[in-house]
């Protein structure tokens, strides 16, 4: 009889000990099912002795484990050990650590709808490299472990570089970790992958039934599989000798998990990188100032390519003022529009923001009509003619009387890209117009054959939001239009800067990928704005420069690290008065840990107040330093009367503060 050490995702603080009628090989690395209080959960199993542990009283009735879930081991010491480094530095427990990792074990959604990817002129088989990328293929090569980082203009050839990188490090038989921010959006890249590396390659992405998933995870576990491609939680795979670990498209916020643990992706690749002695090496446009900082510290060491190879050239960016328009188009890009179609070329046009009007209010007393369950005003649809919260979900008709004033006087304000696609129609009545949001692609098929048309001239003008901002790379496409780009220049976040300066640099280079004539037409209501002028110019250098000397002044990373707390719950007294319990707590246990540098902001409302009927309140803690915070929090919380009305999420750097 076998003593049997289960974790569960739950976040409890310790192993719990069943019996096992078989031997350790049977048990241990593998999923089995037990029964914690009145539940059957699956476990996992992560250590086994014929004796008991010495902690076990010896007055315990053991449980035994009801049924092993997998004939061969799912993981091994070495995911076991990054699972409780996950524990530690993500404030979760080590249960919930492993069903992230495992498949089958709790997921959030990774992927948006399928879609062609970047091309970047890549083949079936290796083509002869610039003397750019050919310096970078070297760079990497040139000793068996070290971070890098590959800089370069969209359609300059980042994915090449990866693919000869990582065919080299298979011919020294080691693997390779290939991590995208969405499989969807690099559907080129993972057939290159198929084609070049055949049945070495395995795909691991959240679309795979579990079976599917499982089978994919075992042909890596035997050494079958020896390069990986996937979206972020395909950092987890059980590749037993790692060489090279790539992260392209390091901005995206997508390889930072919204559940809990909430770890992330680049984290994860370095920490993996170093268990393993490999090499990791991160790629974008628009590094993230993380990124950035660590590139000129030299942590990162930065390669550059700054040539389009397909003949196209960095397009010209004009800003225009449309502060007073009424219209979703101004002249200039109405100009633009119909002067680009009459060339024959094709036009994008990017809004993040879906709907027909984002302000539904009564033009008499200024009633406006919010969400019955969330703290945010209703979005007109007017294809449903319904008023839609696009946080909960929540719909209701649009209302023709005010139920304040009696006045028949109701109408909208500002536009989404509903009322965009009626202003281009209106203006271009005989332009075939595509628009694409998550509205417009709910049914399956609908969003590929629309990007296929549009990639075959069936299609004159395409209209969306992020899904057009990005892996997208088209021929005919001379004139981008970005409709509006202060959308979200003002969020209540610190990243907000940043975040809109990396999507208009990302949304303009779809324009003059194969030809030097691309044009970038930018209508904001701020002209004057420092990120308008820097995105409009292309000047990453001073962008950087001018954000990392604010965030240096408000000690905000990468100048220090962020753990976010948020309480949520149904009665807003409750929140708030556990929330500042919470508050005190890390104010005298912080006081006693004699820090050189901390901070703790709030608590406060949440910049959403009110979630799906849940009252939102947080507070951030800064400091140079999150190891003595990481052992700290957990002690804290757990020894804090639980009020199981509430539920306390803890962010370890947080990528949105919405």
Known sequence: MMYCQIVFNRPLDS???????????????????????????????????????????????????????????VFDSELIGMARWMAKSYICSLGEALSAMIPGGKRDKELAPALPGEDEGLRQEPISLSDEQEHAVQQILSAPRGQYYLYGITGSGKTEVFLQAAEATLKEGRGIIYLVPEISLTHQVVQ???????????????????????AQWRRILSGEARLVI????????????????????EHESSYKSGTTPRYHARQLALYRGGVHGARVVMGSATPSVEAWHHMNKGTLRRLDLTRRLSGGAVPEIRVVNVKGSDSSLGSELREGIRATLKEGKQVILFLNRRGFGYFYHCRSCGADFSCTRCSVSLTFHKSKQKLVCHHCGYQRPVPQVCP???????????????KVAQDVEELVPSARVLRLDTDSTRKKGVLEKGIADFRQGKIDILLGTQMVAKGLNFPGVSLVGIILADSSLHLPDFRSYEKTFS??????????????????????????????????????EGFYRRELDSRRELGFPPFSRIIRILVRGREPG?????????????????EGLNLDSWEILGPSESPIPRLNNNYR????????????????????????????SLYTEVDVDPQSML
């Open 617 to 644: 309140v947080h507070m951030l803690i800064l400091s140079s330093r999150l190891g003595p915070l990481q052992q700290m929090l957990p002690r804290l919380l757990s020894s804090m009367k639980k009020d199981y």
């Open 192 to 214: 290159v992958i198929r084609s070049r590396f055949g049945e070495q390659s395995a795909v691991l992405h959240s679309s795979l039934t579990q079976s599917q998933r499982i």
């Open 574 to 590: 409750r929140v708030w008065e556990y929330a500042r319990r919470i508050h005190s707590g890390v104010q005298e246990t912080m």
């Open 404 to 418: 304040e004033c009696g006045s028949l006087e109701l109408g909208y304000s500002g536009f989404g890209t509903e």
């Open 230 to 249: 996937g979206a972020r939680s395909a950092i987890f795979a059980p590749l037993p000798d790692i060489g090279l670990i790539i992260l392209d498209e």
């Open 503 to 540: 999507l208009i640099t990302q949304v303009a280079g779809r324009a003059g990928r194969y030809s030097p004539d691309g044009r970038v037409i930018l209508q904001t209501l701020n002209p004057a704005h420092h990120i308008i002028r820097q995105a409009a110019g292309m000047d990453l």
């Open 15 to 73: 192993a719990y000990t069943y019996l096992f009628d078989g031997s350790a090989e049977e048990a241990e690395g593998r999923r089995v099912i037990a029964t914690l209080g009145r539940q059957k959960l699956t476990g996992y199993v992560i250590e086994c002795s014929p004796e008991p542990p010495p902690s076990l009283k010896s007055d315990i009735t053991l449980k035994q484990i009801e049924r092993i879930v997998d004939p061969q081991p």
